[in-house]
Nanobody, 120 residues
Framework: QVQLVESGGGLVQPGGSLRLSCAASGIIYSINDMGWYRQAPGKERELVARITRGGSTNYADSVKGRFTISRDNTKNTVALQMNSLKPEDTAAYYC??????????????WGKGTLVTVSS
């Protein structure tokens, strides 16, 4: 089995910064894409940012220029640096990864989420 554990959420004022981290553990042969999604109350889960194993990234339009995703393939971790936070960024943030446990068998895994609240 594979576990994804997020950390770094919390309460921050508008304009502030937070850094989310996610660590994958368990039986891992390789990890392909990793990403962050978020879900605000009453809304569907949406993509925030994704990063390939090679480091290519894509972002939701709403976070471009403010958020930066990065990963460390040696540690099986992914991070999301969030700057210039806005109240509309308030949501539960979920880590996602496509993990190959035994080549070529893989599947999507999700963390349990970490709450980010942007409020004065």
């Amino acid at each position: 089995q594979v576990q994804l554990v997020e950390s770094g959420g919390g309460l921050v004022q508008p304009g502030g910064s937070l850094r989310l981290s996610c660590a994958a553990s368990g039986i891992i042969y390789s990890i392909n894409d990793m990403g962050w999604y978020r879900q605000a109350p009453g809304k569907e889960r949406e993509l925030v940012a994704r990063i390939t194993r090679g480091g290519s990234t894509n972002y939701a339009d709403s976070v471009k220029g403010r958020f930066t995703i990065s990963r460390d393939n040696t540690k099986n971790t992914v991070a999301l640096q969030m700057n210039s936070l806005k109240p509309e960024d308030t949501a539960a943030y979920y880590c996602n990864a496509y993990v190959l446990t035994y080549y070529p068998y893989g599947m999507d895994y999700w963390g349990k989420g970490t709450l980010v609240t942007v409020s004065s």
